[in-house]
């Protein structure tokens, strides 16, 4: 049985050992469904069981070895893989600039952080992509990759994977804003089935209710282990499932071709942009700014 099967079943029960998930008691009137969903791990109906299965059947959906279910963003998922794969002061290597939840998940392993800078592009000033020189360093247990960044660069995540082979090195991708890339041939190549720990957030672009998210892990490792250590024993299964829900939707064929649509509809905004500004710069020649940002063929500034 899934959690989402599981959560669709008359559950209402009375619960002596956690009244306040008798399903019948709420504080918050609008959350009032949402209270009759969030069940106990103390349920006669075994939800662990149920959490289990859905996360098997994810794995096999994006060909993972395992794929674990996060309710606690992102950030919980570095700190797992940085916990998983490092020993106490083993060295890790992290973009400098990096979300701080890169430095705090070393700092809670124990490990030393070693940093790299990234070039600012002058222009947009942004960053460039994570090269394969950058990483390129002895020593290191795990390297920590942010791709695609904030702005969208995507670094060269089987490049990075070669380097980190050859050091002996686990390749961490923070993939938090590339949620639909597994789903899209139209998209960049998603690091799931190339680095050995990739994290993922649902809610950011893929539809999902903050802070669900996903860690993929791709290598031998027990990730579970480490996830133990900073999960909660009492999850929110209602959350759980949305997450269920989320990747059966996404890897649908209604969810495919709401993704296909959407990637035309953007690709159309850029050629509109495009003609538009090339019009309006026939008007007023002295936007020599704004030409350059079409033939980048990402924003204008008018």
């Known amino acids: 049985m899934s959690l989402i099967q599981l959560l669709r079943k008359q559950n209402r029960k009375y619960l002596f050992t ?53 309710t606690n963003g992102s950030t919980s998922g570095i700190i797992t893989a940085v916990l ?59 390297v920590i990759v942010t791709s695609p960044t904030y702005e969208g660069i995507v670094s060269d995540i089987k490049e990075l994977k070669k380097v980190c082979q050859a050091n002996g090195a686990y390749l961490i991708v923070d993939e938090a804003h590339g949620a639909l890339y597994p789903f899209s041939d139209k998209l960049p190549q998603s690091a799931v089935n190339i680095a050995d720990f990739t994290i993922q957030s649902l809610h950011k672009t893929a539809g999902g209710l903050n802070p669900t998210a996903l860690l993929h892990v791709n290598c031998d490792i027990d990730a579970s282990k480490a996830l133990s250590i900073i999960n909660t024993t009492s999850p929110s299964y209602p959350l759980l499932a949305s997450i269920e829900a989320n990747i059966n939707y996404l890897n649908s064929q209604k969810g495919r071709k709401k993704l296909d649509a959407l990637i035309t509809n953007i690709q159309n ?19 020599t700014k704004m030409k350059i940002n079409i033939e980048k063929g990402t924003c204008v500034l008018f």
């Open 18 to 70: 956690t009244p306040s998930h008798g399903q019948k008691f709420f504080i918050f009137n609008k959350f009032r469904n949402f209270y009759k969903y969030d069940i106990s791990e103390t349920e006669a109906q075994d939800p662990q069981t149920a959490l289990s299965h859905a996360q098997e059947v994810a794995a096999k959906i994006y060909k993972t070895n395992n794929t674990y279910f996060l």
């Open 84 to 142: 998983a794969c490092t020993n106490k002061d083993d060295k890790v290597l992290l973009w400098r600039n990096s979300h701080p939840c890169h430095l705090n998940a070393v700092k809670l392993a124990g490990c030393e952080p070693v940093f790299y800078d990234l070039q600012i592009d002058k222009e947009w000033g942004v960053p460039y992509k994570t090269t394969t020189d950058l990483i390129d360093i002895k020593g290191i247990k795990a």
């Open 269 to 287: 905004i850029k050629t509109n942009i495009k003609k538009y500004t090339k019009k309006h710069l026939k008007k007023y020649p002295f936007c």
